[in-house]
Structure formats: structure tokens, C-alpha cells
């Protein structure tokens, strides 16, 4: 079992920066590809970011791309979402998951392991 924790969500004006972070004690955490997804309220969950288990191939839609980064440390068995020039539409609760397989996966029901979710609001 997989267990994800992600940290860093919060409240930040539009054109700010948050940094999200998810953390798991897995220790074979360098195995799997990982993805930040979010959902708004009354809206399905969308993908915003994947990166294959390496960290050499990253996967971003069009919503995000340019402004939103991933990265991971398999050292330290995390995975983080540089988010910057934040807009209220961005607003959601943010997941980070993982999926035992060493490509990009950008399909929700793909992944296995899913975190509780961190809230980020975006004031405009």
C-alpha cells in the first residue's frame, strides 16, 4: 500500500505562487510515476501535471502549461507542484497519485494510490 500526504496548499492572490509538495514513506517511491490532479467544486477531476518515474518525461495540459511545474526528489520520496501565476480558475483541491508503471499516465482512474487532497483558493 501507498501512502500519499500532500502539504503546501492555502489561500494566495491571483498571480501568486504555492508550492505543493507530496510525500510518501514508500521507499521503493523511485518505481512509480506520479501526477497532480485537482478538482473544483461540481467539476470532474483533471489532470495538471505527471511525471514518469525517472523524472525525465512530464506531461502538462494547456491550462497549465508554462505556468505549473513538476519535479521529484526520489531521495527524499516526494513529488512537488511549483504552481505560478496562480488565477481564481485554478482554484481546486489539489491530489497527487501514484501508478506503479514507468510512463506518463494522464487518466485519472490509471492511478492505484491517491492522496487526501490539499484546498488552493485563488482570489482575484
Known amino acids: 500500500q501507498v501512502q500519499l500526504v500532500e502539504s503546501g496548499g492555502g489561500l494566495v492572490q491571483a498571480g501568486g505562487s504555492l508550492k505543493l509538495s507530496c510525500a510518501t514513506s514508500r521507499y521503493t517511491f523511485s518505481a512509480y510515476s506520479m501526477g497532480w490532479f485537482r478538482q473544483a467544486p461540481g467539476k470532474e477531476r483533471d489532470i495538471v501535471a505527471a511525471i514518469s518515474w525517472s523524472g525525465g518525461s512530464t506531461y502538462y495540459p494547456d491550462s497549465v502549461k508554462g505556468r505549473f511545474t513538476i519535479s521529484r526528489d526520489n531521495a527524499k520520496n516526494t513529488v512537488y507542484l511549483q504552481m505560478n501565476s496562480l488565477k481564481p480558475e485554478d482554484t481546486a483541491v489539489y491530489y497527487c497519485?501514484?501508478?506503479?508503471?514507468?510512463?506518463?499516465?494522464?487518466?485519472?482512474?490509471?492511478?492505484?494510490?491517491w492522496g487526501q487532497g490539499t484546498q488552493v483558493t485563488v482570489s482575484s
Open positions: 497519485a501514484a501508478h506503479g508503471g514507468r510512463s506518463l499516465y494522464v487518466f485519472d482512474y490509471e492511478y492505484a494510490y
